[in-house]
């Protein structure tokens, strides 16, 4: 009876031109080790990312992989899309999610997700984070915006708010 999986959120393109691999890495590790189902979220690129993603655990040898895709890109629309796939596969067993992002997401996306899954799934699914420590050190703008967007979600204005975001979430074109 499956009681745990794992949950990656897809990153920011804080390394370069290429999408960053610490986060699935992770994932696929913690996976691996304990033998748990692995759900991917949070696509900037229409699910093509889930998908490089997706094929990269499989090749690393995760069992399953479950992609949970939401065309509205952000964290709240990603716990959705998870507590989604949940509903829809009949999980109900599922008590216990590994969330693996960054340590610097993991307040927001943690809160995120455990408050969504509750409300779509009518009970409660326990979070327990797996931060990412590895990769660049994100300005203090990105700091102050995890806080004010976990202080709007908490009290019902999430997305109502223009947001100024330093982070780069597709590779830069170059320009001819």
């Known amino acids: 009876m499956l009681t745990s999986a794992v949950v990656m ?23 691996r080790r304990f033998d ?39 964290t709240l629309a990603d716990a959705q899309a998870v507590a989604r796939e949940i509903l829809s596969r009949d999980l109900a067993c599922l008590s216990h999610l590994h969330l693996v992002t960054d340590w610097w997401h993991m307040d927001r996306a943690s809160t995120m997700l455990e408050r969504e899954l509750a409300q779509i799934l009518g009970r409660i699914v326990r979070v327990q984070p797996s931060s990412v420590f590895s990769g660049p050190a994100p300005s203090r703008l990105v700091h102050e915006n995890e806080r004010q967007g976990l202080n709007d979600y908490l009290v019902g204005t999430y997305g109502q708010r223009q947001v100024v975001d330093p982070l780069i979430h597709r590779p830069v074109q170059p320009t001819l």
């Open 9 to 31: 959120y897809c990153g920011p393109y804080d390394e370069g031109n290429q999408p960053p691999t610490r986060r699935i890495d992770h994932a696929i590790a913690l996976s």
């Open 36 to 74: 748990l189902p692995l759900f991917i979220a949070g696509d900037a690129f229409e699910g093509k990312e889930i998908d490089r993603f997706s094929v990269r655990a499989w090749e690393a040898g995760v069992a399953s992989v479950i992609p949970a895709f939401d065309p509205r890109h952000c």
